[in-house]
Every structure is written in C-alpha cells, then in structure tokens.
C-alpha cells in the first residue's frame, strides 16, 4: 500500500491525485451533516476537497476546513462555478463561493457544464411545465471561460478549469482560449474508460479528473475488480482508486464512512497488466450522468456534449 502521490498541474502547482468528492444529495438535512464526514476525512489525511456550487456543501467545507485547523496551504480546495448561474454571473459565482468557503481563494475552480441554465430565483434546476430543464441558449462556454481567465488573473481562482468538456468541446474552447485549462473533471472509472479523451487531455496538460471514480457497487462487484482486489489484499474500491492513480488521473471518491475514507486514500500499486485488465472492462457506460428518455443530459443532446 503507498499513500497518495502528488500530481502536478499546468499551473505548476501540485495537488494530491485522490481527494473528497463533496456531494452530499438535495436534502438540506444531509447537506448540514456532511460537515461531520469531511472533518473525518481531513482529519484521517485528506488534503484536497471537491465541492461545488450545486452540492451546497461550501459552507460545510469551509467549516470543516477552520475546525481541523490544518493550514489554509496545505489543502487543495476545488469548486465549481455552476452551470445555472453561469452565464454572465462568473464574478459573483467565485465571490459568493468564497464568502460560503469563507476562504481568499480556491485552488482549483471548474466550469462545471459547457451548458448553461436560465438563471431564475436562484433555482439550480429550473424547469418548463414539460418538466424539461431550462436551458440558456444564448450562454457560449468560451465566454464564460474569458471571464474565468480574468477572475485566474485576480489571484481569486489559482487554477481554472472545466468538467463534463469532451474533446469536440475543448476543441471549441481552445481555440480561443488564453489560459489551458488545468483540469477537466469527467465521469471515469472501469466501466466507462474514455482513453481518447484522457490522452487528449493529458497530451495538453490538462490533469483529468475522475468523478464517481469507484463506479459504484455496480463496478466494485466486477468479477476481475473482485479477483484483484484478493490479489492484492485491498478492498474493490482501492484497486480501482489505483487503476486512476496508475493512468495519471486524479479521482474523487465520495465517502461518508470513516473505514472507507482511510481506505481510499492507501493504495496498492497494480503491475501494469493489471491496469490493462481493469482498462479491458470497458463499456462506454455512463453510470452517473447517463442520457434520461429525451437523449439529453442536463439538457442537452449527447452531440451538444460530445459524447
Ligand atoms: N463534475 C461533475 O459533474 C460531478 C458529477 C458527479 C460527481 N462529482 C464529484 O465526484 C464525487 C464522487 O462521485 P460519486 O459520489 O458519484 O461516486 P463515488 O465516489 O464513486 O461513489 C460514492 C459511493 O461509493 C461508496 N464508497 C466510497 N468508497 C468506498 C469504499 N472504499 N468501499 C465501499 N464503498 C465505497 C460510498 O459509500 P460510503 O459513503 O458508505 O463510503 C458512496 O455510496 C462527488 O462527491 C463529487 O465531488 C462531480
């Protein structure tokens, strides 16, 4: 077992490769409690966090953060400027993070969508009487990134990034971009390998990612994870944490329980045929963020996104 290596970002600054994915579900109840588990999490060794706008964990994170007392420096704090209040609110979107954060800055702060959502009343899924979400069809994602590029330059944001950006759509966003995105944070794990995009991404220095990395108990019941994991003498979820360790990528892992925290965050060095093993479970299937009856998601088309 090796603890977690530092990988090292465009910016030239380092972030540890596994950190605390912070969604925490819509009920406010959960939202309130999460401040407990990240505190855990902190507390057993994690030094970089991934919230979100959307999660409403910020303020939790920020809480949690001045009650472990580890130095402001030594955490690498990632959120993310939603999509719904994207389009034209950036500054206000990185100001209200930080106020909730109660933080100066943000290690890493991503657009979360290239797509944005009509802004109303502060409303993260506003829908029309069709129950469709609202979508703006007026916002240009490399608008928003110019806009991030100032807020980057204030010092407010040391790193920006993008997430859910597949290759069509950083290949719009490049074109006219004048900072690389630092990271680009996208739904990976062994059911949904995406090999043409991470060698995109990282053949430019732009760090991947990846979200709902263990591809839940659906992935960590896979036969080959399971055969591994006794291979190793680790649990499923620390082979496949180490499969992204192993490819160069950063992961995400969401976990409320103590014992799963600590697991995730040591973990075994797999032998480069068995990184090729888990990478052949590939099946181009979305467990997360799959397409809902309309072949959208979050509504846009696959082709809009790029998938
Ligand atoms: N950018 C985006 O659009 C986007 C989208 C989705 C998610 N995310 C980010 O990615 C993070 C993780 O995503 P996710 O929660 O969907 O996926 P995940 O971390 O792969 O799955 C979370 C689930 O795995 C379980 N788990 C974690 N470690 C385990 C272990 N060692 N053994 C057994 N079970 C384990 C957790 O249960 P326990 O709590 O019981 O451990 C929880 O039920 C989010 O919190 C968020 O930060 C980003």
Redesign the pocket.
């Known amino acids: 077992m090796a603890p977690v290596p530092y990988f090292k970002l465009n910016t030239g600054a380092t972030a540890p490769a596994i950190g605390?994915?912070?969604?925490?579900g819509f009920e406010q109840k959960d939202r309130d409690a999460s401040k407990q588990?990240i505190l855990s999490a902190l507390k057993a060794g994690y030094r970089r966090i991934?919230?979100?706008w959307f999660?409403g964990t910020e303020q939790a994170v920020g809480e949690a953060i001045k009650e472990s007392g580890i130095p402001r420096e030594e955490i690498f704090v990632v959120t993310?400027l939603s999509w719904h209040h994207a389009y034209g609110r950036e500054e206000e979107g990185i100001n209200s993070s930080l106020e909730r954060l109660g933080l100066e800055y943000v290690d890493l702060w991503?657009m979360?969508?290239p797509q944005a959502v009509l802004y109303e009343n502060n409303d993260p899924l506003p829908k029309d009487e069709n129950g469709n979400l609202k979508i703006n069809h007026e916002a240009d994602f490399r608008k928003t990134w110019a806009a991030m590029e100032k807020i980057y330059q204030s010092g407010k944001a040391r790193a920006i990034g993008v997430?859910?950006f597949s290759i069509k759509n950083l290949e719009i966003l490049l074109k006219d971009a004048k900072v690389t995105p630092a990271d680009n944070?996208?739904?990976l794990?062994p059911y949904l390998v995406q090999e043409e995009l991470v060698q995109y991404c990282q053949s430019r220095g732009i760090a991947v990612t990846?979200?709902?990395?263990?591809?839940?108990?659906t992935v960590?019941a896979d036969p080959t994870i399971v055969a591994l994991a006794e291979k190793y003498g680790a649990?499923?979820?620390?082979v496949i944490l180490a499969w992204h360790v192993a490819r160069g990528v950063h992961a995400?892992?969401?976990?409320?329980?103590p014992?799963?925290?600590a697991?995730?965050i040591d973990l075994p060095v797999l032998a480069p045929a068995d990184v090729a093993r888990i990478s052949a479970l590939d099946k181009g299937k979305r467990l997360?963020?799959a397409a809902d009856e309309n072949g959208k998601v979050n509504g846009w088309t696959l082709e809009q996104l790029g998938w």
């Open positions: 605390l994915g912070c969604w925490a588990w991934d919230t979100a999660y993310k991503l979360h969508w997430s859910n944070q996208i739904e794990h990846a979200y709902a990395p263990t591809g839940y108990a960590r649990s499923p979820a620390q995400m892992p969401c976990s409320k329980d014992a799963h925290q697991q995730n997360c963020n």
